[in-house]
């Protein structure tokens, strides 16, 4: 794993993920919470070959601007670049476009955790309640 790394996909705007599927409106658009979901699905896909099998990254901060709406029927490029490692935690620049131009930009923070702890230490919480 190294700094500079890349990892870009893209994906067709269907009307299961525009803002009216998600409640935010009426708007036949590409919904805001999904844009977040496929930049963190990019971030995480851009190092999860570099990773055992026993480990997996996990976000624990979005911070990106939603600058342009884009319709049903355009694809949207996402992509992720490692810019900041700091033992366990994880810093990606992240941005994305359609075919017209920006649509997105910003940051996205995750960490590396140990998959059994962490289901273990998550379902912890469950203990005493009835």
Sequence with gaps: MEIG???????MVTE???????GEGLMPVLATPYLVAFLED?????VEGELPDTQI???????I???SATPVGMTVTCEAEL???DRRRLNFAVRAWDET???SEGTQERFIVDKARFI??????????E
């Design 5 to 11: 790394m890349k990892f870009r996909q893209s994906r």
């Design 57 to 63: 990254t996990l976000g624990t901060a979005v911070n």
């Design 83 to 85: 810019i900041e490692i």
């Design 120 to 129: 273990e230490k998550t379902y912890a919480k469950l203990g005493g309640r």
């Design 42 to 46: 990019t971030a995480a896909a851009c």
């Design 16 to 22: 299961d993920v525009t803002a009216a599927s998600f």
């Design 101 to 103: 131009g920006l649509v």
């Design 65 to 67: 601007r939603h600058l």
